[in-house]
């Protein structure tokens, strides 16, 4: 199983701040890998695919970068609803899995 | 209008089952491959289950055995039958859809809102 690791487990950031995501996984995963955004009481909702293809509807200021083992989310500038929990997402072995999730919050 | 709409949890006592359902509009079940992922609660993220074409279908090795994933194609609905249930089974059920276009992985594009399911005496 693949086991991917993010960091930072919390992150506290101002409005306006850019905001770096990490993920890292125990094997390639070559670009099989998404970043969901869920909110308390929500469905995750999906923002990068492929590694860094936006989703339909994503603001452009997320953006995904990497492939193999390490991988980031980069959110530019960050507004008031982007304050919630991200999760990073590998389809390339079985089973499916999911990081542990990085907490935004603002400062 | 894409939407997946859960149904069927509830409380149930370990060693219980429970069928959990997942209505799909906007898209056909049967041409996509679909999955249930769970949530516990005050954690992550964990995947269950996936069917896709015909009759193939994929577990996580906690659920193996005791869960079954199906669809009924006249109803365009996806299906979780859960058999001897456990206290760890605990968590919000969503099902989910894997995009897929032109052979590019698209990730789960699509999700429910969730139906929770407690095991509990």
């Known amino acids: 199983e693949i086991v991917l690791t993010q960091s930072p487990a919390t992150l506290s950031l101002s409005p306006g701040e850019r905001a770096t995501l990490s993920c890292r996984a125990s094997?390639?995963?070559?670009?099989?890998l998404a970043w969901y955004q869920q909110k308390p009481g929500q469905a995750p909702r999906l923002l990068i695919y492929?590694?860094?293809n936006r989703a339909t509807g994503i603001p452009a200021r997320f953006s995904g970068s990497g492939s193999g083992t390490d991988f980031t989310l980069t959110v530019s500038s960050l507004e008031p609803e982007d304050f919630a929990v991200y999760y990073c997402?590998?389809?390339?072995?079985?089973?499916?899995?999911f990081g542990q999730g990085t907490r935004l919050e603002i400062k | 209008e894409v939407q997946l709409v859960e149904s069927g949890g509830g409380l149930i006592q370990p060693g219980g089952s429970l069928r959990l359902s997942c209505a799909a509009s906007?898209?056909?079940?049967?041409?996509?491959?679909m999955s249930w992922v769970r949530q516990a609660p005050g954690k992550g993220l964990e995947w269950v289950s996936l069917?896709?074409?015909?009759?193939?279908?994929y577990y996580a090795d906690s659920v193996r055995g005791r869960f079954t994933i199906s669809r009924d194609n006249s109803k365009n609905t996806l299906y979780l039958q859960m058999n001897s249930l456990r206290a760890e089974d605990t968590a919000v059920y969503f099902c989910?859809?894997?995009?897929?276009?032109?052979?590019?992985?698209?990730?789960?594009?699509?999700w429910g809102q969730g139906t929770l399911v407690t095991v509990s005496s």
């Open positions: 989910a859809r894997e995009g897929w276009a032109y052979g590019q992985w698209l990730a789960f594009d699509y």
């Open positions: 906007g898209f056909t079940v049967s041409s996509n491959y």
């Open positions: 069917i896709y074409s015909g009759v193939s279908t």
């Open positions: 094997q390639t995963v070559s670009s099989y």
């Open positions: 492929d590694a860094s």
């Open positions: 997402q590998q389809r390339s072995n079985w089973p499916v899995t």
